[in-house]
């Protein structure tokens, strides 16, 4: 297997070794599939985190490969990226589409790209929804910041938290954390 990429930055051939052993053969088969068809070290790079933080979970969980997924569990880990922006969702269907591509035409290991029968705006939409479900109105937000500034003395550890988790979205979030 040719790993030039291998998710990490590495200076010699033991850390590229030790990098590529601490993966399981999922990660593996997403390096050989991103060193194959990606030529660009920040797509792949892109790519490879999109993947570990969104697919790979579900793959371990389901004990199987992303490519034998059906569309539904595609869309519905797509869409269960609430607080993700829409070039990131994109970006997720874009790899998995990619992926199950090559799987198919490539390694011919399954017939139909799953991908292929997902609406990428319908997912979209559907994790809008999702995020208005899960946010709560205006008002009941000042309501218990009131709540928490009669109950609490240091508010202002706390205050910075609540608007974090309902101000602050994508990219942000991951900077404030």
Not at 3 to 22: D, H, P, T, W
Not at 35 to 62: I, L
Not at 96 to 119: F, Q
């Amino acid at each position: 297997m040719r790993n030039e990429f291998v998710g990490l930055k590495y200076e010699n051939e033991e850390q590229k070794q030790k990098i590529l052993n601490s993966y399981d053969e999922y990660q593996l088969r997403k390096l050989t599939f991103l060193n194959d068809y990606h030529k660009n070290n920040n797509t792949r790079f892109q790519y490879f985190s999109g993947y570990n933080n969104n697919f790979h979970y579900a793959e371990v969980e389901k004990k199987k490969d992303l490519m034998h997924f059906t569309s539904e569990e595609i869309e519905t880990l797509v869409a269960s990226c609430i607080y993700s922006i829409e070039s990131t969702k994109s970006g997720l269907l874009s790899f998995a589409s990619g992926y199950c591509s090559y799987a198919k035409n490539v390694l011919k290991e399954i017939d139909v790209n799953p991908v292929d029968l997902i609406s990428a705006k319908n997912v979209i939409e559907d994790s809008q929804v999702l995020l208005s479900r899960k946010l709560i109105p205006l008002d009941l937000f000042y309501e218990k910041c009131a709540e928490m500034e009669r109950k609490m003395v240091q508010i202002y550890n706390i205050i910075p938290l609540i608007l974090a988790r309902y101000g602050i979205i994508g990219i942000d979030l991951k900077q404030m954390r």
